[in-house]
Nanobody, 120 residues
Framework: VQLQASGGGLAQSGRSLRLSCAVS????????MGWYRQAPGKQRDWVATITRDGITNYNDFVKGRFTISRNNAENTVYLQMENLKPEDTAVYYCNAEVVSPMTFAAMDYWGKGTQVTVSS
């Protein structure tokens, strides 16, 4: 199973970016999916999560600005980031709980991360 994130880059404060993360490999189904971020010198924080049924949850520091969504048919999760702030600068990681056909057990997988840099 592989997670490939894309869409990061440089943006000015107040602008928008959209991250995507595609899950590929041997998959029976994908349960929860989410985005996390890690700024230099800081621990990894969760940003937003979404269940298979589309129930979302957001960390307070992105509520009202970021929107997580997913396309179950394409095994992809998105993060639409609006009104970006310099403090949003971090490496963003996608996460998926994937059910494998080998074990039919759910396991957590992580993407390699994509850099988001917001300038003031």
């Amino acid at each position: 199973v592989q997670l490939q994130a894309s869409g990061g880059g440089l943006a000015q404060s107040g602008r928008s970016l959209r991250l995507s993360c595609a899950v590929s490999g041997s998959i029976v189904s994908i349960n929860g999916m989410g985005w996390y971020r890690q700024a230099p010198g800081k621990q990894r924080d969760w940003v937003a999560t979404i269940t298979r049924d589309g129930i979302t949850n957001y960390n307070d520091f992105v509520k009202g600005r970021f929107t997580i969504s997913r396309n179950n048919a394409e095994n992809t999760v998105y993060l639409q980031m609006e009104n970006l702030k310099p403090e949003d600068t971090a490496v963003y990681y996608c996460n998926a709980e994937v059910v494998s056909p080998m074990t039919f057990a759910a396991m957590d997988y992580w993407g390699k991360g994509t850099q988001v840099t917001v300038s003031s």
